[in-house]
């Protein structure tokens, strides 16, 4: 108006004239058009372009008064180009309102502009609004960068907003690269601006514009798209009317250009800026809904995979939009992966399987991984039979997975409690029952019914690679599940593949956990019900040879574990190699077991002994051979434990079938036991001793004959063993220096001697006098006083058994050995009664004692007895233990009854005499009855008898009083009365 002066429209008289009226009356002039043109200029050149937003936005609206009051102006069309390149600018304003009149202005000029000028600015605003390109505007001290706020304020409380205010801040923080990151960010912001502001204008020239538009909606359709559900709520309302003013049919538009815009939100879903990566996850979750489902389906792979990667984004609100765009991408695939969707469904899970399995099962993300399984876990629910061809990659990924997925304070607890076998035992055997229950165990189990011939050409061998190399428990404990259930869902097409399966899990038998051990034991005795008879038998030997060559005790244990198994669920395969396993069943019977076990449970090696064999004995004879072969086996072993084992099942057999143990089989067993008593001593070597002593006391008949037969055979070429040189083994043995080994060869010796009648006092009474002799000392570390005492009592008992009957051979040994015994009724309690026990074998074989031998031996025979009797004065009169009391009265019985069988009571002196009446006197007031009236009877025998004494005699008793023998005399009349 001001521009055009009297010439414009409003200078008229409203009330006489119309606008169209005056206009015709009045005819433009030169000097109106001169101020149009010279207002134009103004704008264009001076104001539009300014630094001060206030003076851009007041041309804005000059502009678009001009363009429409003054658009028949020749000048002004003339620069219609330059007027839209204005308008083009001003929409990047960061003023709605600015943008709001630009906008309007772009309509305008759009009206009067040639169908040239229209295509051309169709095209610039398309460029404009894809790419947020804006002209470039000069910087100066108090141009604002940013909105007052926008960013926030200094500490002071300045704003930080112009371009001075922003470079003061950079240099104050002396990081004067600061200032490019600002401008980096102000030029994003304003991108975003001139975004909006091309909105605007789109907006207010696409209902025109549909012809000239239509080229470019491939391009224009996928951005707006996305652009609907930008996080900057004005944006969206930009965009949102864009698309309602553009898109007369939503849902069509969508299908039409349904390629192009999952194409863009692919590449966008990755974007370097958070917005656009935010806008894309949401535009996701809403372009497939309501799709067809055809017309997606090659899209979801590279959905699914490019999703789970946003999942993981640094900005929350991105991860939160590309958490809903995944759970529609699983409701979306659980939906076409139905097994009613024939042929769609099954190449929807040749598709998306992979990517799930390889993107999400095995990420590192746990939010990643939950969404891929639960999308997995009910594809698998929903697909069928269409799983059939994919199961061989989805079982290995589901069963990796079940320890991928456990909790890592498990993983923490087990290392924890690893020194305690219990409690380890006890954690694992938890965890692999909480495994059994997880949704990817679950989805295995559903599988199972789909496996047959065709697909397990490619599935066993990923399970063997799997329970070989696998580190999680979990895994382990499940892939051997999940083989325990092959066998019953197709046994007869697992058959080919168990060989290979028993190998993968023999592997497994010294896992360091008890509970993978165990149940990989068990899934062996599950197998071989579809294995061959050959594979059957190497793993019973491969049990066999690990048992003898490994000193685990955690293996020997899973060879038990693997043995018990198979003749639990699989008997009748069990009874065609008991000839393998019973033998090793029974030398394993015979490990020493722990201190802490109790002794009525029965082992696992006994169980499985028990329950195929008909009884101890009855299963000896019948697999005999193979016992004795191998507890030969295990006698000439490097492993002392296993020697000791050889010796305790030789041992059993003896005991088990006595004198049944016939040649060749019982010289084979003392050739063995015997040979393995060379050599250094080494722990458990007793054992050797203990079932040499059984084998030669149970077998004594059959170890005569075959002594006798091999005299008589003078042709014999193999080596037989005699008596006598199982004696020389024996006292070889006695003469080691280790005390408890050294008890078991005492002992040995003297059941052997007793049994067969041996002379080997002699070398006995050597190896065994130092031990009486010897005392046991505090300071003395290395000898042991419970282990002497007991090797002494043995020691005692050993000689009393091989007190010889050769009247020579006594006459050598008869005052050192009485000695010997007196001596020992001076020591412990059990001393005591062994050497009472001894000197009663040794009062009854001796010689001088025999009727034909007492007239000539009276005196020799006095000395021994009197001998006896003087140490035995405190063992009749012990008052704490009835057996010393009980043994001294015997051996009182023994020697009264030796005279008075010949009626020579007579020739004992009257010293000894007089000994015999005090003890049995003394015996005949014991608190036993027993005893009492043995006592009674034996003094009867025994009669009265004057003995001179010296009345003056004194005599010092135990306590040290000082008596004279009348009134010792007269004491014990009165104790008589």
């Not at 000791?644 to 067993?669: C, F, R, T, W, Y």
């Amino acid at each position: 108006m001001a521009s055009e002066g009297h010439m414009s429209s409003e200078a008229r008289d409203i009330w006489q004239s119309s606008k169209q009226e005056y206009l015709g009356k009045v005819s433009k002039t030169k000097e109106g058009s001169s101020l149009v043109t010279w207002s134009l200029d103004q704008l264009l050149e001076q104001r539009v372009g300014h630094v001060n937003p206030h003076i851009r936005q007041a041309a804005c609206i000059w502009l678009l008064s001009l363009i429409k009051d003054s658009s028949q102006n020749l000048e002004l069309q003339a620069k219609m180009e330059v007027i839209q390149e204005a308008f083009i600018g001003l929409l990047s304003e960061n003023d709605e309102l600015t943008q709001d009149i630009a906008s309007k202005g772009l309509g305008l000029v759009y009206e009067k502009c040639s169908q040239e000028q229209k295509d051309g600015l169709v095209s610039i605003l398309v460029n404009s609004l894809m790419t947020g390109k804006r002209s470039t505007r000069k910087l100066t001290e108090s141009s604002k960068v940013f909105e007052e706020g926008s960013i926030g304020s200094t500490p002071e409380g300045k704003t930080m907003s112009t371009y001075k205010e922003l470079c003061s801040i950079a240099t104050d923080l002396s990081q004067p690269d600061l200032i490019y990151k600002f401008m980096n960010l102000a030029n994003h912001n304003s991108m975003w601006n001139s975004k909006k502001g091309m909105a605007f204008g789109f907006s207010s020239i696409a209902a025109q514009a549909g012809q000239q538009l239509a080229p470019y909606l491939p391009k224009i359709v996928p951005r707006l798209y996305r652009y609907q559900f930008d996080p900057n709520p004005k944006i969206q309302s930009a965009m949102n009317s864009i698309w309602t003013t553009l898109v007369q049919d939503n849902k069509s538009m969508v299908d039409t250009y349904l390629k192009e815009i999952i194409e863009d939100l692919l590449k966008n879903l990755t974007g370097n800026q958070w917005r656009v990566r935010e806008s894309s996850c949401l535009a996701v979750s809403d372009v497939l809904r309501g799709r067809q489902l055809d017309s997606v389906i090659t899209f979801l792979p590279s959905l699914w995979e490019t999703c789970l990667r946003v999942l993981d984004d640094i900005k929350e609100t991105v991860r939160k939009a590309a958490d809903s765009a995944c759970k529609t991408l699983s409701k979306v695939s659980i939906k076409l992966c139905d097994v009613n969707n024939g042929k769609i469904g099954e190449a929807a899970i040749e598709m998306m399987l992979p990517c799930l399995l390889k993107s999400g099962i095995q990420s590192s993300v746990s939010e990643v991984r939950s969404i891929a399984l639960h999308t997995v876990v009910e594809i698998s629910h929903h697909a069928g039979s269409l799983l059939k061809p994919h199961i061989p990659i989805l079982v290995t990924a589901l069963l990796e997975s079940v320890s991928e997925l456990e909790p890592q304070t498990l993983n923490y607890l087990s290392v924890r409690v690893s020194n305690h076998a219990d409690d380890a035992e006890k954690l694992d055997a938890a965890r692999i029952s909480a495994s059994r229950s997880t949704p990817m165990m679950e989805t295995v189990n559903k599988c199972v019914q789909y496996v047959d011939g065709t697909v397990l050409p490619e599935l066993i061998p990923r399970v063997t690679d799997l329970i070989r190399n696998s580190v999680g428990l979990g895994t382990k404990a499940c892939g051997a599940m999940f083989i325990m259930s092959l066998t019953s869902q197709c046994p007869q097409d697992l058959g080919p593949f168990a060989g290979k399966l028993l190998s993968a899990l023999l592997t497994g038998l010294s896992d360091k956990s008890a509970a993978v051990r165990k149940i990989y034991g068990t899934t062996i005795g599950h197998i071989v019900k579809v294995a061959k008879d050959s594979s059957v038998e190497k793993v019973i030997k491969r049990l066999h040879s690990w048992y003898f060559e490994k000193e685990d005790a955690n293996v020997r244990k899973s060879c038990a574990v693997t043995l018990h198994a198979i003749g639990q669920y699989n008997p009748d395969i069990m009874k065609r190699h008991l000839s393998l396993a019973m033998p090793l069943a029974f030398i394993a019977m015979h490990e020493k077991e722990e201190a802490n076990q109790l002794d009525d449970k029965l082992s696992l090696w006994e169980e499985i002994w028990l329950d195929a064999t008909p009884g101890t004995e009855a299963g000896i004879k019948l697999y005999l051979p193979e016992l004795i072969t191998i507890s030969r086996l295990a006698l000439t072993s490097q492993s002392w434990s296993m020697k000791a084992q050889g010796a305790q099942s030789m041992k059993a057999i003896a005991d088990k079938l006595g004198s049944k143990l016939k040649p060749p089989h019982l010289n084979e067993v003392l050739v063995s036991l015997v040979d393995g008593l060379s050599g250094r001593t080494w722990n458990g070597k007793d054992s050797l001793l203990r079932a040499l002593s059984s084998v030669c006391t149970a077998s004594k008949s059959s170890l005569e004959e075959q002594e006798s037969k091999s005299e008589s055979d003078n042709n014999r070429s193999n080596r037989i063993i005699s008596i006598d040189e199982i004696k020389q083994a024996v006292l070889k043995e006695c003469q080691k220096e280790k005390l408890t080994y050294k008890l078991e060869a005492v002992t040995c010796l003297s059941k052997i001697c007793e049994v067969y009648h041996l002379n080997c006092f002699d070398e006995l009474s050597d190896a065994v006098y130092p031990v009486l002799e010897k005392k046991p000392s505090l300071s003395d570390e290395d000898l042991n006083r419970e282990t002497l005492y007991a090797l002494q009592e043995s020691s005692i008992k050993a000689l009393g058994k091989a007190w010889p009957m050769d009247e020579n051979a006594q006459d050598k040994h008869c005052d050192k050995y009485s000695t010997v015994l007196a001596r020992t009724m001076k020591s412990t309690w059990k001393i005591q009664v062994a050497g009472l026990v001894a000197a009663q074998n040794f009062v009854k074989r001796l010689s001088i004692l025999q009727p034909e031998h007492v007239p000539y031996n009276q005196d020799k025979a006095n000395t021994v007895i009197q001998t006896l009797l003087k140490s035995m004065k405190d063992c009749i009169s012990n008052s704490k233990y009835l057996s010393i009391r009980k043994e001294a009265l015997t051996l009182i019985d023994i020697i009264v009854s030796k005279f008075s069988a010949i009626g020579a009571i007579d020739l004992i002196e009257d010293v000894t005499f007089e000994d015999l009446r005090t003890m049995l006197d003394g015996a005949a007031r014991d608190t036993n009855p027993e005893l009492q009236d043995k006592a009674v009877m034996l003094r009867k025998v025994l009669g009265d008898r004057q003995i001179a004494i010296d009345e003056d005699e004194v005599i010092t008793d135990e306590d040290g009083n000082e008596n004279t023998q009348m009134e010792i005399v007269k004491e014990d009349i009165q104790d008589i009365q």
